[in-house]
């Protein structure tokens, strides 16, 4: 068994088909709709067996990706939580800035308003004292120059103070957003450790295939039709079991097993079956008194395409066969099981 490259080609089966567990489902018709639930169920486990090993490398790959996400996202959040502290201090230090040059406009027009009334009352003094008047005159001037300077000084201090908070809302947000981003990106990381920690195994998902697989026989064989069944590689089979036999053929196929087969086949056919299988009738004698082994009419898993009569290179299996040996070491991963009467038929049940 080559592991690596059947690695791959399940990654690139995955990759495909990921997050449909209905691989082979065909457009619905009246006749599919007819297929019972449990057949359905037994495809989508084997669809998830043989997918398990490339869902788990694709959870691992998401896992790895988100945690390296979280990590930056981390750090982006503590750097953002930085530069809102540092705006809330640069906010607060232009506030009480603002706050102090407010004050100092505020002493201004008290000096102007008390330069004003001086001049008034020296404007009033008998005998008039132009000296004084002037004096007082270019005090109300100087007084008004530095009142006009503080209110300029109050416009930049009001615009600074606007931008100070403008800054530390936008700095306040981007804390707000990196905080929800880490959060989201922890959850997704959690859900993926839960979805790997509670995924499935590919021998689980087998194995509870195989528990249902005579329930398969038996709920599918009164309603089926030929409309349920699809051509893989040229082997006519059951639409629910199509996904695991093209992955046996692909999957044998790169370990140098050639495989083909005879797979469904009317309840006509199998009549003529037994009569030049040689068997001493066709309705009621056991399939092991004809000459080559052949179920009798109606208990065929080949009816209802759960069956397929393997071969390889052209020839049918034998016990000695090459391709035998891979069935044997294989065939159960895809849901397949062999007659021990019948080296070359491989079933869902091993009926
Ligand atoms: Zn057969």
């Known amino acids: 068994m080559k592991k690596r490259n059947r690695g791959i080609r399940l990654i690139a089966a995955a990759a495909l088909t990921l997050g449909s567990l209905a691989p082979v489902a065909a457009a619905p018709g009246a006749a599919q709709a007819a297929v019972p639930g449990v057949a359905k169920n037994y495809a989508s486990l084997m669809y998830r067996s043989l997918t398990a090993d490339a869902t788990m490398a694709n959870l691992r790959a998401t ?37 102090a040059v407010f004050e100092k406009l505020k002493s201004a027009e008290r000096a102007l308003t008390d330069a004003k009334n001086a001049l008034a009352r020296q404007s009033k003094q008998k005998p008039r004292n132009n000296a004084a008047i002037a004096r007082a005159k270019r005090a109300v001037t100087a007084a008004t120059t530095v009142r006009d300077a503080r209110r300029t000084r109050l416009h930049q201090a009001a615009a600074e103070l606007r931008s100070a908070k403008k800054i530390a809302g936008v700095t306040t947000s981007a804390v707000v957003n990196s905080l929800a981003s880490v959060g989201q990106t922890s959850a997704a990381v959690e859900q993926t450790q839960n979805r790997i920690a509670t995924a499935g195994t590919a021998a689980g998902y087998a194995a509870q ?50 495989l083909s087969g005879g797979g469904f086949r009317t309840k006509e056919r199998q009549i003529e079956l037994r009569t030049i299988n040689g068997c001493p009738d066709v309705w009621t004698a056991p399939a092991s008194s004809c000459r080559v082994p052949t179920a009798i009419p109606g208990r065929s898993l080949h009816e209802i395409g759960l069956a397929v009569d393997v071969t390889s290179g052209g020839r049918t299996l034998t016990r000695k066969s090459k391709a035998f040996e891979w069935m044997t070491a294989h065939a159960a991963e895809y849901g397949f099981v062999n007659l021990p009467s019948e080296a070359w038929h491989w079933s869902i049940t091993g009926g």
């Open 63 to 99: 896992l790895v990706k988100q945690q390296a996400d979280l990590k930056k996202r981390s750090a982006d959040a503590t750097k953002a939580q930085k530069a809102s502290v540092g705006a809330q201090k640069k906010l607060a230090t232009v506030a009480a800035g603002h706050a």
């Open 209 to 258: 295939a195989a528990t249902i697989s005579r329930s398969v026989v038996d709920e599918v064989r009164p309603v089926f039709t030929v409309a349920d069944t699809t051509s893989v590689y040229g082997t006519t089979v059951h639409k629910n079991i199509a996904y695991a036999f093209k992955r046996l053929i692909d999957d044998a196929k790169a370990d140098g097993i050639a």
